[in-house]
């Protein structure tokens, strides 16, 4: 087994008095997805947060490659999230002015690619996930499925070591979100990629290679097997 | 149902009272500034009523004389009331608490403090009289008004003399000092006020109606979800009427309150020669509490039409599918009105009050028509802009112009309306020429021809040796078809208003004037006019800079959560200020740039160009162009602390 791409080791944060991770330790390896549920409030996105260098931990580092990366400046995590990581929501992250194209061909350009050169690749990723000829649309004029589909090729366009993915197939019907869960597994693991979902779902938790499970701030491996329930 | 509009407001989270404040806040302003404007006229008329016993209707067999003149000391322009009691029934004047005896000179309290230390030879002498007292405020267009009123025998020469001068009142008998004309510079001005009041309404009034848009956007997705459950149009429309009402009415009455809290210092403005009675900001008191009633009710129809959009198709404003594109229409509305004042403007001459009334109309309902034609317009650039963008924050600001162009508009109607204002007024001539000081001073005074060689050689017996005095014939400057005869003074400047004292005394009709004394009341009209402007300017540039703070801050709210999931992929807030900015500043220059030239190309017919010849013209621009700008760089910057908390917002549960 490779080294792992991304660590984290005994992250704690808490919100007021509120504790959100108690003390965590995660790693993931390129090509390997890991879903982690828990219930509502056990610290889940705060994990996500964390790992993606959005929020700082009280204690703990976080390593992208053997790198510390929970100490650098905002302005470095921020250019690490646009270029090394990518980002999957349940719903909302594509502007709703901008067709479709824009809207993947936008990172590129937040790295300084002109939208000329940006459109290229966007137009490829689109095509790949079976968006042709629905590049000109916007958000608004998408399906549910068509636009989280958009939202996928833009988190894939820069071709990033680690996809985080919060609910990402939330707002969808189950057969539209196994769609989406399936055409994302298999391109992260065509690019040799890292996954970590955010999920309530234990159907797409089944489908991932790891589960992991949080409550009230805690890492409950013991009962994966549960989890695949 | 008010309690369900009140408990939704106020459980709303800090966002949405955020968002009504904004609206009351902005409605306040609304309100304190059309009270302003309507109060300001009222103010001219209050103003004008006291001047009236001045110029009383002639009464055969009246009880008193009455005759006026223009006295000028310096700079200053003086006015004159000469009377001379018939018998006991004569009446005390306002201002006065007795009728003046003969030898009594009362004077306004700005001319007593203008004559400190003035020796009696160089102004009271011209009298022949001491001062009695102080004329009342009652008799007083304004604390700042030189007036004299002086008591003299009826068969003094001053009340048996004609005035040549039209604005002077001749001797005449009167039985009192009601039903009388009001000061003809109210003439100039009160139609002026009604100019400024449509300059500064109608920029305002879009104001306070873009403020209703401002709730009610931010309730579009949470009325469309009440649309979703069942709730019927009526019940939706109803219930962001009353959130929003309820706003406008909390604004109203503060703004209201504001307005009279600060009419002291309104006051302030100088205008005429001298700031007003604040009780003259109050004389329209009676139409506070309609404007108070509009203010709402406006607001409320803007809101109305905002909300049709979610009441027609509450899945469409909760999915947001592409909107329509503005059509063409808007400017051909605009072009319609322009033609029409173009052509009005031409068609006849000035001084038809009908004419002068429709005129106005059209030039309310241009500026009305150009904050409809902004969005087409807005939309236009960012088409543009669209197809050119390289880098991400161009391509940002042009789709967020292609979306939503009213609401890209919002963020700089007031600045463009503003600058099609500026424009305008940029146009009107208010430089004012330099009082030129000479070594010697002539002094002409127009005397009856029939007594023109007595008079002359009785001034300068008066004078003995003061002046150099001789007799004209000149064309009559009211008929020019008349001679009329004038005695002049040659002196060294030094002694001009003691030469001055002499002949006033000594002449008795109109009182003796340098070339140059003619043109203090049209400095003064100018320099009012000057004070008007800069006061429409204000308004317009204050209404301009809180539209655009308050749209600048709107807009963040609106958008808050894809900020903040930009923010999570990584996009730096540079690229998103830097978006933000394009998205008012591009439009900015352009639309801005086209109000105020077509503002100056729509009134350069009517009003003529000289303003831009002298510097006032070419400085109202500058300013314009700079304090534009500044406002709305300077609303970006305020809401980029709100963005930057917007962004960083990863609480669990946002909003």
């Given at each position: 087994?490779s ?8 992250l ?7 504790v ?6 995660f790693a ?49 995590r ?11 929501f ?24 002109p ?8 137009r ?42 919060d609910?990402p197939?939330?707002a ?58 | 149902?008010?309690?369900l509009a ?41 103003r ?13 067999g009246g ?29 005390a004047p ?27 030879e ?18 007083l ?12 025998e ?6 048996t003399?004609e005035?040549?001068d ?14 009388g ?15 400024a009041?449509?300059?500064?309404a ?5 104001f306070?109606?873009?403020a ?60 005429d ?7 003259d ?6 139409w ?7 203010v ?5 129809v ?70 409809l ?9 960012g ?5 050119t ?41 208010m ?9 010697t001073e002539?002094?002409s005074a ?14 300068e017996?008066?004078?003995?040796g ?15 078809s ?17 030469v001055?004292?002499i002949?006033?005394?000594?002449l ?20 009012s006019?000057?004070v ?12 301009a800079?809180l ?20 923010h ?38 009517l ?19 700079a ?23 990863v ?5």
């Amino acid at each position: 087994m490779s080294a792992p791409m991304l660590t984290a080791h005994a992250l704690r944060k808490h919100y007021g008095t509120a504790v959100a991770l108690g003390g965590v330790d995660f790693a993931v390896t390129g090509g390997e997805s890991v879903a982690v549920t828990g219930p509502s409030g056990s610290g889940k996105s705060t994990l996500l947060h964390c790992l993606a260098g959005v929020i700082r931990p009280d204690e703990g580092e976080v390593r992208l490659f053997g790198e510390r990366i929970d100490s650098l400046s905002e302005r470095e995590r921020s250019s690490l999230r646009r270029t090394r990581f990518a980002f999957l929501f349940q719903f909302g992250q594509l502007l709703p002015e901008l067709p479709a194209e824009e809207n993947v061909a936008l990172p590129l350009m937040l790295g300084g690619t002109p939208r000329r050169k940006a459109l290229g690749p966007a137009r490829e990723r689109l095509a790949q996930l079976g968006l042709a000829g629905k590049e000109d649309r916007r958000p608004g004029e998408l399906s549910g499925g068509e636009a989280q589909r958009v939202a996928l090729a833009r988190a894939l366009v820069v071709n990033p070591a680690v996809v985080f993915a919060d609910e990402p197939t939330g707002a969808l019907d189950r057969a539209t979100g196994d769609q989406v869960m399936g055409v994302l597994l298999q391109t992260v693991a065509e690019l040799g990629a890292a996954l970590v979902v955010v999920t309530h779902d234990p159907l797409i938790a089944a489908r991932c290679t790891r589960t992991i499970e949080i409550r009230d701030g805690l890492l409950h491996t013991g009962e994966m097997t549960e989890a695949r329930r | 149902m008010t309690a369900l509009a009140w408990r939704l407001t106020r459980l709303g989270g800090r966002r949405a009272l955020l968002s009504t404040g904004l609206t009351a806040f902005a409605v306040a302003a609304t309100a304190l500034l059309l009270q302003f404007v309507v109060a300001c006229n009222f103010a001219f008329v209050e103003r004008a009523d006291r001047t009236e016993w001045r110029e009383p209707p002639a009464a055969e067999g009246g009880s008193a004389i009455l005759a006026s003149a223009i006295d000028y000391y310096g700079d200053d322009q003086i006015t004159r009331i000469d009377l001379a009691r018939l018998d006991d029934d004569a009446p005390a004047p306002p201002g006065l608490d007795a009728f003046p005896a003969p030898g009594e000179v009362w004077v306004s309290p700005a001319l007593a403090e203008l004559l400190e230390g003035v020796p009696d030879e160089d102004f009271l002498a011209r009298y022949d009289g001491a001062i009695a007292g102080t004329v009342g405020a009652e008799a007083l267009a304004h604390e700042g008004e030189l007036l004299a009123v002086v008591g003299r025998e009826a068969d003094d020469p001053a009340m048996t003399t004609e005035r040549s001068d039209g604005d002077m009142v001749s001797p005449r008998t009167i039985d009192g000092f009601s039903g009388g004309e009001a000061s003809m510079v109210y003439g100039v001005y009160r139609p002026a006020a009604i100019v400024a009041t449509v300059l500064m309404a109608v920029p305002v009034a879009v104001f306070g109606a873009a403020a209703a848009r401002l709730t009610v956007a931010r309730r579009d997705e949470r009325l469309a979800a009440l649309r979703l459950i069942g709730a019927t149009p009526a019940q939706v429309v109803r219930l962001t009427l009353i959130e929003t009402v309820l706003a406008a009415v909390a604004g109203t009455i503060a703004g209201t309150l504001l307005w009279m809290a600060s009419t002291p210092l309104f006051a302030r403005i100088p205008i005429d020669g001298g700031p007003w009675y604040v009780a003259d900001l109050w004389g329209g008191a009676a139409w506070m509490p309609v404007v108070a009633a509009a203010v709402p009710l406006m607001v409320a129809v803007s809101a109305v039409v905002g909300l049709r959009g979610v009441v027609i198709s509450p899945l469409g404003v909760a999915r947001r599918v592409r909107r329509k594109g503005l059509g063409a229409i808007r400017l051909a509305v605009f072009a319609a009105v322009a033609v029409a004042f173009l052509t009005l403007s031409q068609l006849l001459g000035s001084g038809d009050m009908i004419f002068t009334a429709v005129l106005l109309v059209l030039f309310g309902a241009m500026i009305a028509a150009l904050n409809l034609t902004g969005p087409w317009a807005v939309q236009q650039i960012g088409k543009i802009l669209a197809g050119t963008a390289r880098g991400p924050a161009r391509m940002l600001a042009a789709r967020r112009l292609l979306d939503d162009p009213k609401a890209a508009w919002r963020g700089v109607a007031g600045v463009a309306l503003a600058g099609f204002i500026a424009g305008s007024i940029a146009l009107v001539p208010m430089g004012q020429p330099e009082l030129e000081t000479t070594a010697t001073e002539t002094l002409s005074a127009v005397v009856d021809s029939g007594h023109a060689e007595e008079l002359a050689s009785r001034a300068e017996a008066a004078l003995d040796g003061l002046a150099e005095v001789e007799l004209h014939e000149r064309t009559d400057r009211f008929d020019e078809s008349e001679t009329v005869a004038v005695v002049t003074a040659t002196t060294p400047t030094g002694e001009l208003e003691h030469v001055r004292s002499i002949l006033t005394a000594t002449l008795a009709g109109d009182p003796p004037q340098r070339a140059t004394d003619q043109t203090i009341l049209s400095n003064q009209i100018m320099a009012s006019v000057r004070v008007g402007a800069i006061v429409v300017l204000a308004v317009v540039f204050a209404t301009a800079a809180l539209s655009a703070g308050i749209s600048s801050i709107g807009s963040v709210l609106d958008r808050r959560k894809t900020y903040r999931l930009l923010h999570l992929s990584g996009t730096p807030q540079r690229v998103l200020d830097a978006a933000r900015r394009q998205e008012t500043l591009l439009p900015l220059a352009v639309i801005g740039g086209a109000s105020v030239l077509a503002g100056m190309a729509l009134n350069a017919p009517l009003i003529g160009s000289q303003g831009l010849q002298d510097a006032s013209g070419a400085l109202i621009l500058g300013v314009t162009l700079a304090i534009g700008t500044a406002a709305v760089i300077g609303a970006g910057a305020l809401s980029r602390p709100l963005l930057r908390a917007t962004m960083n917002d990863v609480s669990p549960r946002p909003d």
